[in-house]
Every structure is written in C-alpha cells, then in structure tokens.
C-alpha cells in the first residue's frame, strides 16, 4: 500500500462513483435491487415495509461483495503479470499510457470503438431473494464488461499493472469497488428517494463521464512522456485539499 497516495485512493474511488452513475449502471440498479431482495420494487420503496428495505440492503451488501471479489481479482491478475515486463519498464508505461489514452477518448465520447461498445454482461438463472444468489449475480455483474464500467476498469488495471506492487494492485481496485457498491448499497437503503432523483442523477453522470475521460487522457499523456509524478506534483499544488487529507 505504500506506493498508494491519496490522490491515487481519492481517484479511483471517483472512478467508482462515476461507473456507478454511467448510462450504463444507473438505469438498472432499482431493478436489481428489487430482483436480490425478491420483492417488487414498490414494496422496496414502501418506506413502512422495514423487512423489505432490510432484504434489499442485505442482498445488495452480497451483490457488492460479489462484484468486489471480481475486481479484486483483475488487480491482482494485472498487477502480477506487470510485474513480469517490469525490466521493460519504460515501454510499458509508454504502451499503457497510450492505451489509458484510448480509453479517456472513448469515455469522453470522442472515440467509437465497436468491440467496447459491446456489452458481455451476464445473467444467470438464480431464485431472488437469497444471499448466495445475490453474490452470484453480482460475479456475473462484476465479469460484464459494459461499454461504462469497461474503459475506466480497463484504465485502472493498465496502470496498476505498470506502477503497483501486487498487494497494491488488489489495495486500488478493492477502492474502486468500494466506489462503485456504497452508492449501490445506499439506493437499497433509501430507494425511494433514489428513484425519485433518477434522471438528474443520470445528467450528473454523463458530465462526469466527460470528466473522468479527461483525467483519463491527462494521465495516460503523463505516463508516455514520463511525467506521471510531475502530474500528480501539479495536482497537489492545484488542489491543497490532497495534502491534507493525506
């Protein structure tokens, strides 16, 4: 975790929230949550119906856990094999800086690329309702590469890949989780609410998807030209707040 600063933790838990707020994710987080818990979605946001706000938080803390497993297990995956090109070191990070930079583009919506757009999410037959089957939903979840969720998990695994050690590999994309399941486990808790504020929820996230491709691009143009610590100097000058959080 040592080589992990707070500008990276802080990042990719961004990361995490704006996957959670993407076109691709936001629309269908009430459906799932609804599906895990085994009641209907009225009942979930029946604020006088406790048992089924408690089954949805409970499913959706295992959907979580299952798409977290998943994650974690990309980073680990990345960051072992990048520890075996490390004595080509300064191509690797050229290589990965560019492809960082190909995913920025098509985040921000400037670049089409037909097999991101393709969505390979899965959806197994399991009975809702049951804890083990939330956890087996959210694998499945997890393993899909969506055309939002793809490019920012794909960015955070190439670098990893080129500048974590393992555990720190596995360290950044349990955080990325992170950001990804709380808002979800905060839709279970207060659905209602959430469902009300939907579409503005979903105009946040497509500004923030532009965001986060320019950060994505700035950060791969750092990594090819060998400025990648220069960058994060930059940030912490720019924005003092990194400093003392950490």
């Known amino acids: 975790m040592s080589d992990i600063t707070t500008i990276g933790i802080l990042t990719v838990f961004a990361a995490g929230v704006i996957s959670f707020l993407s076109p691709c994710v936001l629309p269908i987080v009430p459906g799932y949550v609804s599906y895990m818990a085994g009641y209907s979605l009225q009942d979930v946001r029946n604020r006088t119906d406790a ?8 499913a959706s803390a295992f ?29 690797a990070n050229i290589i990965a800086g560019v492809i960082i930079m190909v995913f920025g583009l098509f985040t921000m919506g400037t670049l089409r690329l037909p097999w991101l757009q393709r969505d390979l999410r899965m959806h197994p037959r399991i009975a809702s309702g049951r804890p083990l089957g939330a956890y087996v939903l959210g694998l499945a979840f997890g393993f899909g590469w969506t055309p939002c969720i793809g490019p920012v998990l794909g960015a955070i695994l190439t670098l990893s890949a080129v500048t974590a050690s393992v555990s720190s590999g596995i360290a950044l994309l349990g955080i990325y989780a992170a950001g990804l399941g709380l808002p979800f486990l905060a839709c279970a808790a207060f659905t209602d609410a959430f469902t009300k504020r939907l579409k503005r929820l979903g105009r946040i996230g497509s500004r923030l998807q532009i965001a986060a491709g320019v950060v994505m691009v700035l950060v791969g143009l750092a990594m090819v030209t060998g400025q990648l610590s ?8 720019t924005f003092p707040v990194f400093a003392k959080i950490g």
């Not at 959907?63 to 990048?82: I, M, N, P, R």
């Open 63 to 91: 959907f979580v856990l299952g798409f977290s497993s998943v994650f974690v297990a990309f980073g680990a995956s990345a960051t072992a094999l990048g520890q075996l090109v490390m004595r080509y070191r300064y191509e």
């Open 230 to 237: 220069v960058f994060a100097v930059w940030l912490l000058n």
């Open 51 to 58: 048992r089924a706000r408690l089954a949805a938080l409970g």
